[in-house]
């Protein structure tokens, strides 16, 4: 079981550029968590998908940012006309059913905007 | 929502001392918490978990002990190693719950 996968690793926009986040999770997995850690400071959730459905986005900023996860193919973050503020590292994790265990989380993306 | 406090910010051990990091929640109706241990430029690894309904945990040079009725956890390290110099970061989520809300970190160095 490779874990959660995440592509790219890194990740470089011009400001107003769209970035495309992946997460592909563990075998058997159909619960994504997406998380935003800025530089020195905590995780941040953002949005929890099960299979074609968003269940909970209350972490989700209002605008520019959206995630999808689709019947086949990983998990897409979408961030729309990225900003300064946006970079940051993008993790996310896994599981197999709602989870109230601390779960795995992938080696995330980490986005600079320029 | 749940608010966690974590303390201190920043920790520097001489190697074999123990460490301690502590932290506070909000929201009474949390029963787990996790904590997790990032390296530079690496993902937040899980060392160590306790439930609510057991006031610690221990696995080798790591405990967690939880005390309901303040609303306070901490992670203890006995005989600190250099390989654990890292950040780490408490967090805490309800029955339930679709997130964790973590800590702020806390940046362990141990001196060799």
């Known amino acids: 079981n490779a874990g959660v996968m995440q592509n790219p690793r890194h990740l470089v926009r011009r400001r107003g550029q769209e970035a495309r986040l992946r997460c592909s999770p563990m075998k058997g997995h159909s619960h994504v968590y997406w998380y935003r850690q800025l530089p020195e400071e905590g995780l941040k959730f953002m949005v929890y998908l099960q299979k074609e459905n968003i269940i909970d986005e209350s972490g989700m900023p209002k605008e520019r940012f959206s995630a999808e996860f689709p019947k086949e193919g990983p998990s897409i973050l979408r961030i729309q006309q990225v900003v300064r503020g946006d970079s940051a590292a993008y993790f996310c994790?896994?599981?197999?059913?709602?989870?109230?265990?601390?779960?795995?989380f992938g080696s995330g993306t980490r986005l600079t905007v320029v | 929502g749940e608010n966690v406090e974590q303390h201190p910010s920043t920790l520097s051990v001489q190697e074999g001392d123990s460490a301690v990091i502590k932290c506070t929640y909000s929201?009474?109706?949390?029963?787990?918490f996790p904590w997790y241990k990032q390296e530079l430029g690496k993902r937040p690894q899980l060392i160590i978990d306790i439930r609510s309904n057991v006031g610690e945990k221990k696995d080798q040079r790591i405990a967690v002990t939880l005390n309901k009725t303040a609303k306070h956890f901490s992670l203890h390290i006995t005989e600190t190693q250099p390989e654990d110099s890292a950040v780490y970061f408490c967090a805490a989520s309800s029955f339930g719950g679709n997130q964790f809300y973590f800590g702020t970190g806390t940046s362990l160095t141990v001196i060799p």
């Open positions: 929201d009474s109706a949390s029963n787990y």
């Open positions: 994790a896994s599981s197999r059913q709602a989870s109230n265990y601390g779960y795995t």
